[in-house]
């Protein structure tokens, strides 16, 4: 079938997720991605680009590993499904959970399996929810979360993203959740003051729980100071709130470590996880709950646990979970993203040195981000409608690079989470062409 045909039928048939319905009609897809090997995506017409999103910043261990799609046929012949309700169990969901408890920071050992990010955060926000209630106290029900920060797009986890657009579809879908305001731009005095500030007005005898990503990456790639996620902890300590980490994008490897809150001395009591637990070959993701929820689980939780996905544990998706973690064992992976974080990290240094429309840089593991701003002794913006940073991506775009713009609140940040199997050879290559381009950009806003 030829490209004018597929776009035809794109338009006509195919909704796309977080799109304008209308550009799509007017324009159709941009890009119609036909293979993936290793850190490349190559389209229709045979143009090759670096993957410096690991696509949707899940494609940690590359694309086209045969091993993963011959463990999934192996497994699909075997036992391509199976319930894990009540009392069924297989093996690929019991080896997992262990492997993936053995990974995690001490104290975490339990996990509850979903298909996606936004049922991750959705079980962990009801999870904890239930936990006060069998203890009596049902009132302890409200969550915390944080300005820009992203959770997905179920009920619960819209509601606990913290950036406004994503209300506008169907308003905010669960009632009791309320934002503090991020460290970003405010200063982590700010911050603080502002989580003391919500939990004093709710009251600390009503709410359940604080969840934030480690590093919130739809938000911009948002780095916080070591000492907030700290102090954060400590204040959940001393109200009695418990402490969701979001390792949706963090978590596998991603910051050079297994999971992103290693980097910041913290330990949550729930982990929600996806994306990077099968690098995305397969639906997958889940919640990681502390021993002492566990216990209380296990003493209170009476009768039957109303909470379940059809697809919670899908052998499958199991099996390549365990697969992925393996490879990533023996190819030193998250090691890997630790040193080649660094490399990515000085080349945008160096970017910022002879550019002069470049504000902060930051990068943790392959998790980093570059700034466009008028002014970088001030940090002064560029109106919005120069369209900085889009222009930036188009810029990359042609010269062979996919990444992401952010750009809410008026912020313009490149957004860059390659595959963990990145070389430093390929990271000064998708580097030069960041220089390369934004200066194309840079040049263009002074005519
Ligand atoms: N949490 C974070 C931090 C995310 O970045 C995402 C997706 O990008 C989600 C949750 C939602 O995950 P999913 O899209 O798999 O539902």
């Given at each position: 079938m030829n490209m004018e045909k597929l776009i035809e039928l794109d338009k006509k048939?195919?909704?796309h997720p977080t799109s304008s319905i209308q550009q799509q009609q007017e324009q159709g897809p941009k890009m119609i991605v036909e293979k993936g090997e290793g850190i490349y995506l190559t389209d229709t017409n045979?143009?090759?680009?670096?993957?410096?999103?690991?696509?949707?910043?899940?494609?940690?261990?590359?694309h086209g590993r045969e091993e993963l799609a011959e463990v999934a046929a192996e497994q699909m012949k075997k036992l391509a499904f199976s319930s894990t309700f009540s009392t069924f169990s297989h093996k690929p969901a019991i080896l997992l959970a262990e492997k993936i408890a053995s990974l995690a920071p001490e104290g975490l050992n339990a996990v509850f399996f979903t298909s996606g990010g936004s049922?991750?955060?959705?079980?962990?926000?009801?999870?904890?929810?239930?936990?006060?209630?069998?203890?009596?106290?049902?009132?302890?029900?409200?969550?915390?979360?944080?300005?820009?920060?992203?959770?997905g797009v179920?009920?619960?986890s819209t509601s606990a993203?913290?950036?406004?657009?994503?209300?506008?579809?169907?308003?905010?879908?669960?009632?009791?959740?309320?934002?503090?305001?991020?460290?970003?731009?405010?200063?982590?005095?700010?911050?603080?003051a502002s989580l003391r500030a919500v939990i004093e007005r709710e009251g600390p005898e009503t709410v359940a729980a604080f969840i934030a990503e480690p590093i919130q990456g739809a938000g911009g790639v948002l780095i916080p100071p070591k000492e907030y996620l700290q102090e954060v902890r400590a204040i959940c300590d001393e109200y009695g709130i418990l402490y969701i980490a979001d390792e949706v994008i963090t978590g596998f490897g991603r910051t050079g470590k297994w999971f992103g809150i290693e980097n910041f001395g913290v330990t949550p009591d729930v982990i929600s996880f996806a994306k990077g637990v099968t690098s995305g070959y397969i639906q997958l993701g889940g919640v990681i709950v502390s021993d002492e929820i566990h216990n209380v689980l296990k003493e209170k939780s009476k009768g039957t646990l109303f909470h379940g996905y059809t697809y919670s544990g899908h052998p499958t998706a199991t099996a390549v979970g365990l697969k992925n973690i393996e490879i990533m064992e023996k190819e030193g992976l998250v090691e890997n993203s630790?040193?080649?974080?660094?490399?990515?990290?000085?080349?945008?240094?160096?970017?910022?040195?002879?550019?002069?429309?470049?504000?902060?840089?930051?990068?943790?593991?392959?998790?980093?981000a570059v700034e466009l701003v008028a002014d970088p002794e001030t940090n002064k913006r560029f109106a919005p409608e120069l369209q900085v940073a889009p222009k930036v991506i188009e810029a990359l775009h042609q010269r062979g690079v996919i990444c992401r713009a952010v750009t809410y609140e008026g912020t313009d940040i490149i957004c860059f989470a390659p595959p963990l199997i990145m070389n430093e050879e390929q990271v000064n290559t998708m580097v030069e062409r960041l220089h390369d381009a934004i200066k194309e950009v840079r040049e263009s806003l002074s005519r």
């Open positions: 048939h195919f909704i045979g143009n090759v680009y670096i993957d410096a999103m690991s696509s949707l910043w899940n494609v940690n261990i590359g049922e991750s955060n959705d079980t962990a926000i009801k999870l904890v929810r239930h936990y006060w209630r069998i203890q009596g106290k049902p009132e302890k029900r409200k969550i915390i979360g944080l300005g820009r920060a992203y959770h179920a009920a619960a993203t913290g950036i406004p657009e994503f209300w506008n579809m169907a308003g905010k879908m669960m009632v009791d959740i309320y934002h503090a305001d991020n460290p970003y731009g405010n200063g982590k005095e700010k911050a603080i630790r040193k080649m974080g660094e490399v990515m990290l000085e080349g945008f240094k160096k970017i910022k040195k002879e550019l002069d429309i470049v504000g902060e840089v930051r990068a943790l593991g392959l998790l980093g």
